[in-house]
């Protein structure tokens, strides 16, 4: 069951990725940008699971996928949103983040071993905010990025607790820590099923129509 | 397998990021629906503000029309009968000053007779002016019928009238704007559009009575549509409204022009 979803996950992650950058060259900055975040992603995932394979243990690479989340989704976000407030908030927020993570770990280099409370509430919570200004754009304007934003928020809500957690679970018999994370992974296929939609929605067809006009 | 114990500062911390983080989850919705009420407010009080705007550009047109109107009228007045009758009441005094010939009095009769007869046709013709009496008795088709034989033989224009309509005589009221829209839209295609063509076509569309106008005029740019709105179309698009209609006017410069309607 876990495995399914693991598996479906990194499939339409792959499946997103592949179809993304099909269109790179003809998109809009942001498009690309968001190109950028996925194969971030990729990456990252990519790592997790060879370092899964090599060494048993991966947590460290979370922080990798936390901050590279963050710092993508800033950079679209703030390609996004418009209005000079809210572009002037995204980037004060990604400068002031950055720096209190960097001194954070160098004070406390251990953090790094595990899941970091607040690495995970301020990136999530700092993107949240984000989607919420897009949705706000978004009431009397064209809906640009509607679905991603849609999965953006949702995944986050849900998995942000479950990271928040996510210590004591480590803590927890294999039985039961699985469940948390199984959520997680479903939640992970959830989100990339709205990025696939957008796709199909808003860049399936620039091409066809391209080729008719 | 035994399990590690988990340390209190550990739970404790995950509870009170994950509290914190749904407090202000919470805020962020919060705000997020004040904001978007505001917004939506704003745009709602936009919007009417320009219907408002919308509402006195066409209340203006209706009054300036009016005066026009009356201008027109008073001129028509002045020129054609109050001109004729001020001769007709000069010959009468003739009339009545001493030692007249038989001769002289049979000219000013005869001057007063025609001048009365002219004053009465040009009555008339104000009359029928300011609203054909065909249109009145036989309704809208013979009204426009009867239009179109005026513009005929009195202009260098062509009509073409078609109609698939069977009025109904209770909405005269209606067809009243109908015609004067008519009016006006041949008026244009004569004074501004030098046209030598004019079609009309009444259709029934899925019940919805429409007419469709097209002339060989000189036309206009139908982008720069704002730019050609004088009094008249305003007035046009008043008519529409009060009919609860549609109007779409499409044109090319050298290409005549192209207006349909419903009603």
Redo the contacts between chains.
Sequence with gaps: MRLFFVNLGYALLLLNFILYALHYSKQTKVYKIFTGYIFVIVCVQIATYTCFRLYNNNLFLSHFYFIGQFIMLSLFYSKLVKGDFQKKVIRIGLILVLSTLVIQYTVKPELFLKFNLYEIFITSFLIIIYATFHFYNMLDEKKEFYFINMGVIMYLFGSTILFLVGNLTTNFSAKFSFITWTLNVVLYAIYQLFILYEWKVSFSKSKKEKVLE | ?I????PEG??V??VI??C???L??GL?LV??FY??RK??TQ?ELEKRDLEIQYQKEQLHAVIITQEEERKRIAQDLHDDISSKLNVVSLNCYLLNSPNLTEKETAEITDNIINLTAKALDNSRKIAHNLLPPVFEKFGLHAGVEELCEEFESSKAVKVQYTNEINFDKKDIDRHLHVFRILQELMNNSLRHGKATEIRIYFKDINGIATCNYEDNGIGFDDTKVADYKGLGMKNIDSRVSFLNGTIKISSQIDHGIAVSFTF
Excluded: G, N, Q, R
């Design positions: 397998m399990l590690k114990p988990i550990e739970i911390a995950t990021f994950s914190v983080s749904f202000l989850m962020v705000l997020f904001y978007s917004k939506i745009k």
